[in-house]
């Protein structure tokens, strides 16, 4: 008989973008052959991951504290004679490598997000040699085929699928092209022999990811090079999946092909995450974006021709080094303009070692945190406009989970706005007409239509 693996207990913390949501499952079903299971708590674990964001300063910075309150947890599990691993995986890791030790000699390993097909063996040498380990080269290998699947996984109604890494754009406030490195695409036949797996397990929706998601260019089964679009059609063959999404897009990779599919394929959700940073020629240029606010709107005005009832969202920073109260009024114009339902807004932080960080002209803080509440009311009041807009609509709801209350079920709109509805819990991984009776700051509610029937839901041969 093969041995069972003594089961011992991971935690993982994830900082940061959905793309470190998706490291963070596939780190857990790495370490699942070691007999690792995941627990909720950090002080029941005998390895804590915490997978970090570099992208702002006080994204880096909150780790530290982390890593301090871990530092008390391992003390107080050694005093109880049981041993604790930290680990530090993400951007900080990549980032800062070797100096996390020095600032925090309680991490064991710290592995960059190029080496997670390594993390098994770097926690079985840490395990046996009590040394601290760094992995953080840009290995040649592609490490999403070198991470397994595990087959009996969790069943995700929505799934991210990371299909794109690294950026090769080098805006000038940005730190990912140098945490995650270079574009790269994972080829085709593995994206859809994964979300054929997904699939199997239940998932209905899939949300593409990448930095640069539509500049997406792998390899296909057919030996050419496939754009996100093509993917995309692909992917909407699967029967069980009936929702597609992806994220983040650069205006600049917005091709015909792929604005026209939000016409074109049903299964791609009217859902538009598109940043365009800030609103004046002046500071795009200084950013290295390499378009202008005219070009950011033709983009945004071919989309809505193909799908007019789009929902676009986007990202926005504000201070960047030189903005003027004129710079700062055009991005709130275009803000406007573009009736947003929903928008991240983020003050500028310096990042050591990006071009921008080196500026003179910094925005003293007192005025980005003003700016940032400018923008944001006006935000705010857009998104509450769009969800109320959806009141007295019908809208297919993919129910996801449990609601807040009790006998509350809660799902997505096409347009990604969280719905609840009083309902029974058979109807998760289900999508029904809701009707949208009222919005409330941060989700509709509604009824299902009546008549709705409820029935087993298609399940794949895996
Ligand atoms: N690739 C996407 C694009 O080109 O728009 C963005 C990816 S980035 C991980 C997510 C967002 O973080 C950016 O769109 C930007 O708004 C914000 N961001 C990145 N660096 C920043 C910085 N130094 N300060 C403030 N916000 C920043
Ligand atoms: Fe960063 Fe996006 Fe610019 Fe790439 S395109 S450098 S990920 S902001």
Redesign the pocket.
């Known amino acids: 008989m093969p041995k069972t693996p003594d089961i011992k207990t991971l935690h993982i913390k994830t900082f940061g973008?959905q793309m470190n949501e998706y490291d963070s499952e596939r780190m857990a079903e790495a370490l699942e052959g070691l007999g690792y299971a995941l627990v909720e708590e950090a002080a029941d674990a005998d390895l804590v991951i915490l997978n970090t964001c570099h992208?702002?300063e006080k994204a880096a910075e909150k780790v530290y504290s982390e890593l301090g309150r871990m530092r008390l947890n391992k003390e107080r599990r050694k005093r109880e004679g049981r041993d604790t691993l930290i680990a530090v995986a993400g951007c900080v890791a990549q980032a800062e490598g070797a100096e996390i030790m020095a600032r925090a000699p309680a991490v064991d390993i710290v592995v960059g997000p190029q080496s997670y097909h390594r993390l098994a063996d770097l926690v079985t040498e840490a395990t046996t040699t009590g040394h601290g380990l760094v992995a953080t080269e840009f290995s040649a290998e592609d490490k999403f085929a070198h991470l397994p699947q595990r087959p009996q996984g969790k069943r995700q109604v929505s799934a991210f699928v990371t299909v794109q890494e690294g950026?090769d754009?080098f805006?000038t406030?940005?730190?990912?092209p140098y945490t995650r490195g270079a574009e790269f695409s994972r080829p085709v036949s593995e994206i859809v022999a994964e979300v054929e797996r997904l699939a199997g397990r239940g998932a209905r929706e899939i949300t593409l990811l990448g930095?640069?998601v539509n500049a997406y260019h792998g390899v296909g089964p057919d030996g050419r090079t496939w754009t996100l679009a093509r993917l995309l059609r692909r992917l909407a063959q699967i029967p069980q999946i009936d929702r597609l999404r992806f994220t983040?897009s650069?205006p600049l990779d917005m091709d015909d092909e792929l604005i026209a599919l939000f016409g074109d394929e049903k299964k791609l959700m009217p859902y538009l995450h598109l940043?365009f940073?800030a609103g004046s020629d002046r500071i795009l240029k200084a950013m290295n974006r390499r378009h202008t606010i005219a070009e950011y709107e033709a983009v945004i005005a071919r989309v809505r021709a193909a799908r007019p009832d789009i929902a676009l969202s986007t990202?926005?920073?504000v201070g960047f080094p030189g903005e003027t109260d004129e710079d700062f009024a055009a991005t709130l114009a275009l803000a406007a303009r573009a009736r947003f339902a929903q928008a991240?807004t983020?003050?500028?932080?310096?990042?050591l070692g990006?071009p921008a960080a080196s500026r003179e002209q910094q925005v003293p803080e007192q005025v980005k945190r003003e700016r940032l509440y400018a923008l944001q009311s006006l935000i705010e009041d857009q998104r509450r406009a769009f969800d109320r807009a959806m009141v007295g609509r019908r809208l297919d709801v993919l129910f996801e989970g449990r609601g807040r209350k009790p006998g509350q079920i809660a799902g997505r709109s096409p347009y990604l706005q969280a719905v609840h509805v009083e309902g029974l819990e058979g109807l998760i991984g289900q999508i029904a007409a809701v009707d949208i009776l009222a919005a409330s700051p941060n989700s509709l509610t509604g009824v299902i239509k009546s008549g709705f029937e409820w029935h087993e839901p298609v399940q794949a041969a895996v």
């Open positions: 973008c992208i702002r950026c754009k805006c406030f940005c730190v990912v930095q640069n983040t650069h940043p940073q990202d926005i920073i991240f983020f003050k500028y932080s310096a990042r990006t």
